[in-house]
DNA sequence: ATGGTTGAGCGTCAA
């Protein structure tokens, strides 16, 4: 079972990079975030034709929007709350066939958080903080999960070398303290950092690099911001990942790129 | 400290 996930910034813009990401990955499961697509104009005939006929999604106008794309059956849970009575398509949610049984799979994408890291003075930081805080607490009350999978757009960089300069990034939205501890306890409320399972915590890792940068890959400025984890019962299955960092030069592509994770069930 | 770029949608906000 292969599950990718990736903030695509604007599904109708990229449909075509999808169908990249398509054959190059080869998912079963694609999670996408930044959608920007009401529900109502959906592009659902282009995602089947690429070999998703399920597919659930949630989109607003303009901004945010989530959607899962599977060849196995999915079926909608809406068991979760409304993140911060807010309403806005962060969230979406499904069990997906699996061999040996069925997956419970969480797609995010959680507030950027603007640029002040103060709650006093910027509130999307506050919401940011609120939002982790209560997918934390909903997930620590439903105790130990199994064959449960988390991905999404966190958009925080928890550990030193999630980061290009852990010094420099200590004051900047995504790496402050009380974000790197926040998403800490929200992964420590059940699951296992599967992307950290496959690379040590010491060697540097990034999922998204800044489009005001030049030359990207020079400057090489990235964070990870773009997570998978999954219950412990599923650390066994782990069997291999893929950072698809070459997407990040893709043609008019995201600043975001495709992570894939393949588990070993049955 | 600042500025840098992109998308949605048409002024400006969000990232």
Redesign the pocket.
């Known amino acids: 079972m292969r599950i990718a996930t990736w903030n695509i910034?604007?599904?109708?813009?990229?449909m075509g990079l999808l169908g990249d990401l398509a054959s190059q990955l080869n998912p079963d499961v694609i999670c996408l975030q930044?959608t920007?697509?009401?529900d109502d104009l959906f592009p659902m005939a282009d995602v089947v034709a690429l070999g998703y006929p399920h597919v659930i999604h949630r989109g607003m106008?303009?901004?945010?929007g989530v959607a899962i794309l599977s060849r196995h059956p999915l079926q909608r849970l809406d068991i979760a709350p409304d993140w911060c009575g807010k309403g806005d398509c962060r969230h979406i949610a499904a069990m997906v066939e699996a061999p040996g049984g069925p997956i419970e799979l969480h797609d995010f994408y959680v507030?950027?958080?603007?640029d002040e890291p103060d709650r006093a003075v910027n509130p999307?930081f506050g919401h940011k903080l609120d939002f982790i805080a209560e997918t934390r607490n909903w997930f620590a009350a439903r105790g130990t999960l199994s064959r449960a999978v988390l991905v999404g757009d966190l958009?925080i960089a928890p550990l030193e070398h999630d980061v290009w300069s852990h010094k420099q990034l200590l004051k900047i939205v995504s790496h402050t303290p009380s974000e790197t501890a926040g998403l800490m306890e929200w992964l420590n409320a059940g699951f296992v950092d599967a992307l950290r399972h496959f690379v040590p915590d010491d060697q540097k890792l990034y999922t998204w690099w800044?489009?005001?940068?030049?030359d990207w890959r020079v400057a090489n400025r990235g964070r990870r911001l773009d997570h998978v984890w999954v219950t412990p019962d599923l650390r066994g299955a782990l069997k291999e990942h893929t950072v698809l960092v070459e997407a990040r030069d893709w043609e008019?592509g995201s600043?975001h790129v495709p992570v894939c994770v393949e588990l070993a069930l049955g």
């Open positions: 910034n604007s599904l109708r813009l990229r930044e920007k697509v009401p106008k303009g901004y945010n507030p950027a958080g603007g999307k958009n800044s489009y005001r940068n030049k008019r600043d």
